[in-house]
């Protein structure tokens, strides 16, 4: 290899071998230097883009931003700049951004009906991807990115944490202790797991959209077509769009397609599901709109070995524990009937370590703590929920050939057909 191999023909060089470990250039010689550092991009401009997870990560460069509205490229640029990046390069479409050979890594903050597609577009651009969650709006589309990102070597990180930092919500610990309680087997085994308003679920839970949407002039300002992207075309109105998308099928699934992954991809990690998925899925909901989602009373996932998974969306089990097995049960804030609780936890050996630092990720080209395989497993959770609340009944699943058990209704959920995405503008 030669020395004077610049910084991005070494990562992408480096992204092909697996057998050993290779540190880039750049972390021997200065990173402070523009021509060492790690270059970003953010794709979708939205509240979530301007976060210190995405905007704000000052040891890197951010040099280009992208959205369909032109408003929201503008207000990116500026805040760049605040932020001491310099002037930075703005456009509404993001496969201008793809094709800007100077950006190593792109953020994508935009609505989940395109996570999918930028995904398995970034990775085929040979890109490293920090996406926003959910990972994807359908299974199917998650199966995609997992096989894009396989075949560039790209590294891949799902913008949720708890699994492996700060506290798991409502529960006021981190996610280590329970892990190692589980772990020690003193709980029993298969768990339950009940998740609602004993760990704040209901956060968001009731976040609907609008029916009988009355159309709108598009501003002169957006590219409607480019934000519909995969999604089918409906008549332009704003509570579609920007903050409130989420209360559309189209786009999202709710306060569930919104947090559910928050919420469920540590109960994943500590269930050790994260190679598999529940093959029951049972539901007990209102019967939902066609275009605007709905609310739900209970979804029950069922795993082959027993372990169950409850969303308690009526807030009826609020004093249920929130891990019970055959040998006892854990509550809120480390509260069990296991008498010798932080005996357990002493002795208990700490878990697998992670790697939990992105930019490292991307030096060392070391698989991401929440990556593209784990992460797809716990949006599939969320994703076989919001089929349920769509079929408005329960349905099997199996987790390995990805499809439901004889169930051409629900497989059309799995699998769902996107529409051709607009023509790049000239």
């Not at 021509?35 to 704000?56: C, D, K, M, P, V």
């Not at 040099?63 to 408003?71: G, K």
């Not at 703590?369 to 609340?389: D, H, P, Q, Y």
Request: aromatic share 10%; glycine share 10%.
């Amino acid at each position: 290899m030669k020395n004077n191999m610049n910084r991005r023909g070494f990562l992408k060089s480096a992204a092909a071998l697996t057998s050993f470990t290779i540190v880039p250039a750049h972390v021997l010689r200065a990173e402070t230097a523009p021509s060492n550092q790690i270059t970003r991009a953010s794709i979708g401009f939205g509240g979530i883009a301007r976060s210190g997870n995405h905007l704000g990560n000052k040891s890197t460069r951010m040099i280009a931003v992208c959205d369909p509205d032109a408003s929201r490229v503008q207000d990116g640029i500026k805040m760049a700049e605040k932020k001491g990046y310099g002037k930075i390069h703005g456009c509404k479409d993001f496969r201008e951004i793809l094709a800007m050979k100077d950006v190593d890594v792109v953020h994508i903050c935009t609505p989940p009906h395109w996570h999918g597609p930028i995904s398995v577009l970034s990775a085929q651009a040979g890109k490293d991807i920090w996406c926003e969650k959910p990972m994807t709006r359908t299974i199917g589309e998650g199966k995609r990115v997992m096989e894009a990102v396989k075949a560039s070597g790209s590294m891949f990180r799902l913008n949720t944490w708890f699994r492996f930092q700060s506290n798991f919500y409502g529960f006021g610990t981190e996610v280590k202790p329970i892990k190692k309680v589980v772990e020690s087997g003193a709980l029993g085994w298969p768990l339950t797991a009940v998740v609602g308003g004993n760990t704040g679920f209901n956060l968001k839970f009731n976040w609907s959209g609008m029916v009988d949407l009355e159309p709108q002039p598009v501003p002169e300002n957006f590219d409607y077509d480019l934000w519909l992207g995969p999604a089918p075309y409906k008549p332009y109105h704003r509570h579609r769009t920007h903050s409130t998308f989420r209360g559309y099928w189209d786009y999202d699934g709710g306060g569930l397609g919104d947090m559910g992954q928050h919420y469920l991809d540590p109960v994943q990690y500590l269930l050790n599901k994260d190679e598999t998925s529940p093959i029951k899925i049972d539901v007990d909901c209102p019967p939902q709109h066609p275009d605007s989602v709905g609310s739900f009373k209970k979804i029950t996932y069922t795993y082959a070995d027993g372990c169950q998974i409850i969303l308690d969306g009526d807030n009826s089990m609020k004093n249920a524990p929130f891990l019970q097995g055959p040998k006892g049960s854990l509550w809120p804030h480390m509260k069990s009937d296991i008498t010798n609780l932080n005996d357990i936890i002493q002795q208990q050996p700490d878990p697998e370590p992670q790697q939990t630092d992105f930019l490292e990720s991307i030096k060392l080209r070391r698989t991401f703590a929440l990556n593209e395989r784990n992460g797809f497993r716990s949006c599939t959770i969320v994703n076989l929920g919001i089929i349920a609340m769509r079929l408005g009944r329960g349905y099997k699943f199996d987790p390995v050939k990805l499809q439901a058990v004889n169930d051409p209704a629900a497989d059309a959920f799995i699998y769902q057909q996107i529409c051709a995405l607009p023509r790049m503008s000239k």
